[in-house]
């Protein structure tokens, strides 16, 4: 008789539970487990202790060793800080299989692994989840050969109901502005520095710690909000668009990060979404394409670009977007795109 074939996974603890990648991670257990996953580490933990949070992990790691099973499929987030080899091979050495899924690529923005390493890493699970169909082809082209899907967007869990806005108007027409959320700083969005120069008839919402960038606070198109809760900004985000945009040009998205949009899925496009918010994308980001077929925003090859669109939209192709967006924001609240990328992974293990 076949022996059960269960799906697993590896939590951790988490000790700054306000990164968008811990609660991307931690998003995709929850969804785990509502499709009846079992966690074979220690229970998930947010202690701030860095040396806390090592004993745990490795005690959580070891905890793995003992409870897998033949048959089982294991589900692990890529990157696995220093385990992940040696999980791949303890849990083919009990007859399970392995699948991951990318949430960072240490040969891109970071540059801690040369490619053929990151490759050769990969390959220890039977299957990889990509970010999204642009980092699968890159994996391939770079000699990727195990079992590849994509996920698309990371899902974004949030109980806030996205709030009906009000849209300011002038003389009866709609103006449209853009919101940024997140912390600016030099080394990863300086372009907002000459971003006042070509702003004309929109306003700019920025969500987020501005402290390192204060020159800033003297631009009059500029609406700072300071840091906000992740669910207050799902239900009371200002703004008509979000913006997704790095680097220190507004010509292009330039230098490490700026580079990686072409490959990565940000968490910030389903901050985004949730919010009910289409999107503005660098259209060589990874994401534009889907973003734009999917009807949830558009893709641009220039900030520049931005007033003469935005003084343009009609309120029909506004409200298709909208409309999208709210769409995709359901779908990621519900852990659907996880779902669906282990579904396939399961099938084909």
Known sequence: MEKEQRLCFLTRNYYNRDSAGNKAKTDNEDTLVLMGARNLGLDRTFYDSKITSFFLDLAGVISMCYNIKKNDNLFLQYPVKKYFSFLCLVAHLKGAKVMALIHDLGSFRRKKLTVSHEIARLSNADYVIASNNIMAQWLRDNGFKKGLGALQLFDY??????????????????????????????????????????????????????????????????????????????????????????????????????????YNSPHKVSFYLRAGLPVIIWKDAALADFIVREGAGISIESLGELSNILRNMTKTQYHSMECNAHRLGEMLATGHFLKTAVSIAVNKL
């Open 157 to 262: 869990r949030s109980d806030s109901e996205v709030a009906n806005k009000g849209r300011r108007t002038i003389n009866g027409k709609h103006v449209y502005s853009v919101t940024y959320a997140g912390s600016l700083n030099m080394r990863k969005n300086s372009f907002f520095l000459h971003l006042p120069e070509i702003m004309d008839g929109y306003k700019m919402h920025i969500y987020g710690n501005s402290s390192e960038m204060p020159t800033l606070h003297s631009c009059k198109n500029f609406i700072f909000h300071g840091f906000t809760p992740a669910d207050e900004f799902i239900a009371n985000a200002e703004g008509d668009f979000g913006l997704v945009w790095d680097g220190d040009s507004t010509e292009s998205c330039t230098g490490n990060f700026g580079e990686y949009l072409r």
